[in-house]
């Protein structure tokens, strides 16, 4: 049980922390719509990912020294774009555009698009999931499948109790302004996230 609780821990660690694919996932909840489908891609892609560290896709990140620059490239440049969406649905949306009743809820295949995004454009899924859960897993000879497990049980527990827990929440957001202080916040989010991206690499962080 050791190298399966090791996994699930460090796994749920990882993920827990407000970031941009947990913040979409969190407001596709409040909103109710594509949860189940949203969840369930954000489970299945750390599966992935977890699944490359740990049976050896770290070795090859590190073989390609021009793979971690391009990913932060497109990652910080989606980062940007969506939290000026945001900000910019907060701050100029009307009231009866931003209540729940009168939301017009986006297509599947654009609400999966814009989640597959968030996650495969982001290099820190990379780095957790597949840099630093491979090299944690490395310590558990013979016991890899144990800890790919419990590190993706970890992912599928924390994406779906939080999409679905978040529907709870829907009387507050019946509050126009409540979705305004939302939409501003995921896009403080996304830009705090892609400037600590960028001085992490330039290796400069004027705060």
């Given amino acids: 049980m050791g190298a399966l609780l090791s996994g699930f821990f460090l796994g749920l660690s990882l993920i827990v922390a407000i970031g941009a694919q947990n913040a979409f996932v969190l407001k596709q909840g409040i909103r109710k719509e594509h949860v189940f489908w949203v969840c369930l891609v954000c489970a299945l892609s750390d599966a992935i990912l977890i699944s490359f560290g740990v049976l050896g896709f770290s ?18 440049l989606f980062l940007v774009g969506y939290g000026a969406r945001s900000l910019w649905a907060g701050l100029t949306h009307d009231n009866e555009s931003l209540a729940p009743s009168a939301h017009e809820p986006a297509p599947l295949k654009q609400t999966l698009a814009v989640c597959l995004a968030i996650t495969w454009l982001n290099p820190h899924v990379y780095l957790d999931t597949v840099v630093l859960m491979g090299t944690v897993s490395a310590q558990f000879a013979g016991e890899h499948l144990k800890f790919l497990t419990g590190a993706v049980s970890a992912s599928f527990l924390f994406f779906f109790s939080l999409g679905y827990g978040s529907t709870f929440l829907g009387a507050l957001f019946r509050k126009p302004l409540a979705w305004k202080v939302l939409d501003i916040a995921i896009g403080l989010v996304m830009w705090a996230i892609a400037y600590r991206l960028v001085s992490e690499f330039v290796g400069f962080d004027v705060f």
């Fill in 59 to 76: 070795f090859v990140l590190q073989k390609i020294s021009w793979l971690q620059p391009v990913m932060l490239f497109a990652g910080v």
